[in-house]
């Protein structure tokens, strides 16, 4: 047995053990705060996001939930908006007490939000990935998904290895988009490739025929994309509309099955990076299961906050319902903790490693893996 197995079988294992008594009827439920954008642009990902949380709590709970005691999500409607993100946050903290918010989706919601969560002794669980939010918030808040740092390097390796040179880089005006223009761009002077113009997106726009024509102006071989799905699918529709010609590198957002909902054979030949450790024993147990309760395939953000809700249960059991007790048992549990969307070692920002496949988009609408 390898040491990664044993580890994931100690990660299995552990979840189970932690929740064998039956609930003790009239308990009082451990309370979750869930901020997230369950309405407007953004409800893909909330919706997702919920999915994977509902299916977990289910589990733990059939399971006798932490000793006997179940657990309930508070779910809040934050809009992905940085202002009522903070009004969410009171209002979880406030009036439901909770010790710990989960489904913080945005670097800008996380970096809004982290030092009053701090000050309020609330942890946040989020998978905002801006390298700055390492900087910025204090170690109440552990960034999930990874460091765009990361995702930045693995544009260049993808734009490096289909020899393409002259680049444009697409992305959302906002923290996740500029961290990953950022990051793109210093990688690219490494590979040698040349990039040409930075096009940004304006959030919740519905025209980006102006920026469709900026990239196709500067007869680019490849596009470094970075976009939310809503968008995304708009800009990538108007560029096969308007005629422009590139090889597409997605960022994690774009090796997704269902955002062919939202943009069809627009995406057509675009590489992605897609998130997450899908060929594990850890993420085929917990695909079966939301496809047995959904009677559908995951989102890749299904399984970030299944497994949240998995980390949160084991940091209560280990260190209480307090945001500094799940604060220090969470760097712990970290340490050694394997789910559906990979390993959660931190690093010492509280930043887990990506976990990257690329995939393709074919014509039916599939991903399919290409090689690295």
């Known amino acids: 047995m390898t040491k990664r197995t044993c580890i994931l079988m100690i990660a299995?294992?552990?979840?189970?053990?932690?929740?064998?008594?039956?609930?003790?009827?009239?308990?009082?439920?451990?309370k979750i705060g869930f901020s997230g954008p369950l309405t407007g642009d953004g409800a893909y990902y909330g919706e997702a996001s919920k999915e994977g949380i509902e299916l977990a709590v289910e589990e733990i709970n059939k399971a006798g939930g932490i000793k006997g005691v179940p657990i309930q999500v508070v779910y809040e409607d934050d809009r992905n908006n940085t202002a009522d993100a903070q009004t969410v946050l009171l209002k979880l903290a406030q009036i439901d007490k909770v010790p710990l918010i989960i489904g913080i989706n945005t670097s800008s919601v996380t970096m809004a939000t982290c030092k009053k969560a701090q000050e309020l002794g609330v942890a946040?669980?989020?998978?905002?990935?801006?390298?700055?939010?390492?900087?910025?918030?204090?170690?109440?808040?552990?960034?999930?998904?990874?460091?765009?740092?990361?995702?930045?390097?693995?544009?260049?390796?993808?734009?490096?290895?289909?020899?393409?040179?002259?680049?444009?880089?697409?992305?959302?005006?906002?923290?996740?988009?500029?961290?990953?223009?950022?990051?793109?761009?210093?990688?690219?002077?490494?590979?040698?490739?040349?990039?040409?113009?930075?096009?940004?997106?304006?959030p919740e726009g519905k025209d980006y025929r102006t920026e469709v024509l900026r990239v196709k102006s500067f007869n680019p071989s490849v596009v470094a994309f970075v976009a939310y799905g809503a968008e995304g699918s708009v800009f990538l529709r108007q560029a096969k509309e308007l005629g422009l010609q590139a090889a597409f590198v997605g960022d994690t957002n774009w090796g997704d099955d269902s955002?062919?909902?939202?943009?069809?054979?627009?995406?057509?030949?675009?590489?992605?990076?897609?998130?997450?450790?899908?060929?594990?024993?850890?993420?085929?147990?917990?695909?079966?299961?939301?496809?047995?309760?959904?009677?559908?395939?995951?989102?890749?953000?299904?399984?970030?906050?299944?497994?949240?809700?998995?980390?949160?249960?084991?940091?209560?059991?280990?260190?209480?319902?307090?945001?500094?007790?799940?604060?220090?048992?969470?760097?712990?549990?970290?340490?050694?903790?394997?789910?559906?969307?990979?390993?959660?070692?931190?690093?010492?920002?509280?930043?887990?490693?990506?976990?990257?496949?690329?995939?393709?988009?074919?014509?039916?609408?599939?991903?399919?893996?290409?090689?690295?």
Not at 274 to 302: N, V
């Open 124 to 202: 946040q669980y989020s998978i905002g990935s801006n390298p700055k939010i390492g900087q910025s918030c204090s170690d109440y808040t552990f960034l999930l998904q990874g460091n765009d740092l990361e995702q930045g390097l693995e544009f260049a390796k993808i734009a490096q290895s289909l020899k393409l040179t002259k680049a444009v880089v697409v992305y959302m005006n906002n923290d996740y988009g500029i961290g990953n223009k950022n990051a793109f761009i210093d990688s690219a002077k490494n590979a040698g490739i040349q990039v040409l113009a930075e096009v940004p997106l304006q």
């Open 12 to 30: 299995l294992v552990g979840m189970a053990m932690a929740l064998t008594a039956s609930p003790s009827p009239g308990a009082t439920p451990y």
């Open 259 to 372: 955002m062919w909902k939202l943009a069809g054979d627009a995406l057509v030949g675009m590489i992605a990076l897609q998130a997450g450790a899908h060929t594990s024993p850890a993420y085929q147990k917990y695909a079966a299961a939301f496809r047995a309760k959904y009677k559908k395939d995951p989102s890749i953000w299904s399984e970030y906050f299944y497994d949240e809700i998995y980390l949160a249960a084991k940091a209560i059991e280990m260190g209480g319902n307090t945001g500094a007790g799940i604060k220090e048992a969470t760097k712990k549990i970290c340490a050694s903790f394997v789910g559906a969307s990979g390993p959660k070692q931190l690093d010492a920002r509280n930043y887990v490693r990506w976990s990257f496949d690329w995939v393709k988009w074919t014509a039916d609408g599939k991903l399919v893996p290409v090689s690295k």
